[in-house]
């Protein structure tokens, strides 16, 4: 294949793997010509640590509700994607 997938193991993959596969070997071909891939998780960790923050603005309405829902929905994307 043209991924290098393993062939001899397709039988014990679901179609989610073969997509991670292919998504992961994609953005290591990326990478390797000195690409800049994000990291899912590692903006979801961001993300995710600055939910109390933004939470406390939000009820204190000392952020824009425009703002609010952008994050919220960029967290929720992230998840989303991580989650499969």
Known sequence: ???????SEIDG??????????MEHDRQL?????EHVPDAYEQ??????MEKSIEEMHAAGTIREEKYRSYRETLERCEARLKG
């Open 1 to 7: 294949m043209a991924r290098g997938f393993p062939l």
């Open 44 to 49: 979801y960790r961001k993300l995710k640590a």
């Open 30 to 34: 990326r990478k390797a010509r000195g």
């Open 13 to 22: 993959w679901n179609t989610g793997d073969l997509i991670d596969w292919a």
